[in-house]
């Protein structure tokens, strides 16, 4: 079966700029989320969508938002871009069921703000 | 503060070696555990996970992990280390406490294993 596939793989924007990424999950995968990697602080969790609505969010500012379809993929939305925004995002879908089975990862949309 | 501590920032080592990378975190209650290790130039995939039960668990490609609920701990290993398990390996927590699927990660280890 296909993987999570995040679009666009790559992207240059510059400071004061909006951008939105995509993500489709693994067909059956409800839950989706989002991640922000940079080599200093990790992966740092954005946020979690389940049947369109956002059951967790971590801690970044409201420039960062986003949303599930019905169909259960995803767009994130950062607006008014930063230089420190410039990271690989990552998108993981998971079954959601009771017990979690872990993540699949995509294999991220690398953005540069410049 | 919930949090998951890899210690090991870098681990060089000579194949054949053995491997055990440290993971604590600092949730109380009921957690869910798990081992992900991202290869150079491709993305996250699950090694192995731990929900309850036989505290060892057996994960991909000889990786193996014990939990200890007394020391917090979810240590990863390896009796034998190869050259194509240069990667980097983060560690993951899940507590349902919060919701099903907020899983926190640790800031990674990256293991180079030198032929």
């Known amino acids: 079966k296909a993987g999570v596939t995040q679009t666009p793989r790559y992207l240059i924007k510059t400071r004061g700029q909006q951008v939105t990424l995509s993500c489709s999950p693994i067909?059956?995968?409800?839950?989706v989320s989002w991640y922000q990697q940079t080599p200093g602080q990790g992966l740092q969790f954005l946020f979690e969508?389940?049947?369109?609505?956002?059951?967790n969010k971590g801690n970044f500012p409201g420039r960062f938002s986003g949303r599930q379809f019905s169909n259960s993929r995803s767009e994130m939305n950062v607006s008014t871009l930063e230089l420190g925004d410039s990271a690989l995002y990552l998108c993981?879908?998971?079954?959601?069921?009771?017990?979690?089975?872990?993540?699949?990862f995509g294999s991220g949309t690398r953005l540069t703000v410049v | 503060a919930q949090s998951v501590s890899q210690h090991n920032h870098h681990v060089i080592l000579s194949e054949a070696a053995s491997l055990e990378l440290g993971c604590n975190y600092s949730?109380?209650?009921?957690?869910?555990l798990f081992w992900y290790v991202q290869y150079p130039g491709q993305h996250l995939q699950l090694l192995l996970k731990?929900?309850?039960?036989?505290?060892l668990v057996k994960g991909i490609k000889g990786f193996e992990a014990e939990f200890i609920k007394s020391k917090f701990s979810f240590n990863l290993r390896k009796p034998s280390v190869q050259w194509s398990d240069t990667a980097e390996y983060f560690c993951?927590?899940?507590?349902?406490?919060?919701?099903?699927?907020?899983?926190?990660f640790g800031a990674g280890t990256r293991l180079t294993v030198k032929p």
């Open positions: 993981a879908s998971s079954l959601a069921t009771r017990r979690p089975q872990g993540y699949t």
């Open positions: 067909s059956g995968h409800r839950s």
């Open positions: 969508y389940f049947s369109e609505t956002q059951r």
């Open positions: 949730y109380g209650g009921t957690v869910n």
């Open positions: 731990y929900f309850s039960g036989d505290p």
């Open positions: 993951a927590v899940n507590a349902p406490i919060y919701n099903n699927n907020d899983m926190r």
